[in-house]
Nanobody, 121 residues
C-alpha cells in the first residue's frame, strides 16, 4: 500500500501565500511524476502543476508565474508554493502520483485525500 498525505491548506486573503506539502509513504520502490490537482465547488478536477522525477515541471496557464512545484526525491515529498492567491484559486487541492512502483513491483496511481484552500477577505 502507498499513501499520499497533504498538509498546509487553510484560509488566506487575496494576494497572500500558502505552501502545500504532500508526503508519500508505504511500500515504495520508486515514484515517477507527482502533481497537484484542484477541484472547485461545482467544477471538474483540473491539473495545477506536475513535476517529473527529473524535475521537469508543467503548470496550468492560470497559475503560471504564481505557483511553484518542487519535490524531494529522497523524502518522497512534493510541495506547491502558492503566491499572489486569488479567490478563484479556492478549491480542494489533491496530491497525485500517476506512477509509483511498489516493492512488490506493482505500478499504482495514488491520490491524496485533499486539502482545502480558501482565498477570501
Amino acid at each position: 500500500q502507498v499513501q499520499l498525505v497533504e498538509s498546509g491548506g487553510g484560509l488566506v486573503q487575496p494576494g497572500g501565500s500558502l505552501r502545500l506539502s504532500c508526503a508519500a509513504s508505504g511500500s515504495i520502490f520508486s515514484i515517477g511524476a507527482m502533481g497537484w490537482y484542484r477541484q472547485a465547488p461545482g467544477k471538474q478536477r483540473e491539473l495545477v502543476a506536475t513535476i517529473t522525477s527529473g524535475d521537469s515541471t508543467n503548470y496550468a496557464d492560470s497559475v503560471k508565474g504564481r505557483f511553484t512545484i518542487s519535490r524531494d526525491n529522497a523524502k518522497n515529498t512534493v510541495t506547491l508554493q502558492m503566491n499572489s492567491l486569488k479567490p478563484e484559486d479556492t478549491a480542494v487541492y489533491y496530491c497525485n502520483t500517476n506512477r509509483v512502483l511498489t516493492t512488490a513491483r506493482v505500478y499504482l496511481e495514488v491520490w491524496g485525500q485533499g486539502t482545502l484552500v480558501t482565498v477570501s477577505s
